[in-house]
């Protein structure tokens, strides 16, 4: 009840490509899904979040399609470049008085090829 | 720089040994937050506090981990007793506790040998 499972583990596009990572989720009291990316050796920098009221939020080349239904969400970056290369973590987090809670999912290792 | 610094970045230590990490996170968020991320997953929620008070503790929280927030500015996460599998990254992240939005710092690398 309290996973995100990520998929793919590892994802290679060429320059230019559409890069999609996808998270689903099971405890429907998460509101809030933020992605973020890392870099070897350095900590998460959030990307881009939602929050379920909302199907789609896009920012610059960073687009999350969320299925409130489904429960999945899912990350699209568009004209993928050799810089984005890095591990993306989808998370999800509920919050309030009646405690806190934050489950990241097992990361995806992109690589773009130039 | 006004991001999540944490000191030190690497530490070495052998088994049995006590380590202390140190957090500073960004000066207007009053939440701050310590995970746990080994090699090839995802950070671990392990505890939160909100200024002083810390709110919530993860079950990998064992009873040789300790977390304070003295004066709700900085923190320290200190571990007694270090053990092979404490080897990991520890993150601190910080925001207010109006927002989810989270900001993490560069994390300490511990190595127990």
């Known amino acids: 009840q309290q996973q995100v499972k990520q998929s793919p583990q590892s994802l290679i596009v060429q320059k230019g490509g559409i890069s999609i990572i996808n998270c689903a989720y099971e405890n429907t009291a998460f509101d809030y899904f933020p992605w973020y990316q890392q870099f070897p050796g350095k900590g998460p920098a959030l990307l881009i979040a939602i929050r379920p009221d909302v199907s789609k939020k896009k920012e610059g080349r960073f687009t999350i399609s969320f299925n409130k239904s489904a429960k999945q969400f899912s990350l699209h970056i568009m004209d993928s470049q050799p810089g984005d290369s890095a591990t993306y973590f989808c998370a999800a987090l509920w919050g309030g008085t009646g405690g806190f809670k934050t489950i990241f999912g097992a990361g995806t290792r992109l690589f773009v090829k130039a | 720089d006004t991001g999540v610094s944490q000191d030190p970045r690497h530490k070495i230590t052998k088994r049995g040994q006590n380590v202390t990490f140190r957090c500073d996170p960004i000066s207007e968020h009053n939440r701050l937050y310590w995970y746990r991320q080994t090699l090839g997953q995802g950070p671990e929620f392990l505890t939160y506090?909100?200024?002083?008070?810390?709110?919530?503790k993860s079950r990998l929280l064992s009873d040789r981990f300790s977390a304070e927030r003295p004066k709700g500015s900085f923190s320290t996460l200190e571990i007694q007793r270090t053990e092979q599998g404490d080897s990991a990254m520890y993150l601190c992240?910080?925001?207010?506790?109006?927002?989810?939005?989270?900001?993490f710092g560069p994390g300490t690398r511990l190595t127990v040998t």
């Open positions: 506090f909100q200024n002083e008070a810390q709110l919530e």
């Open positions: 992240a910080s925001s207010t506790d109006r927002h989810y939005e989270q900001y």
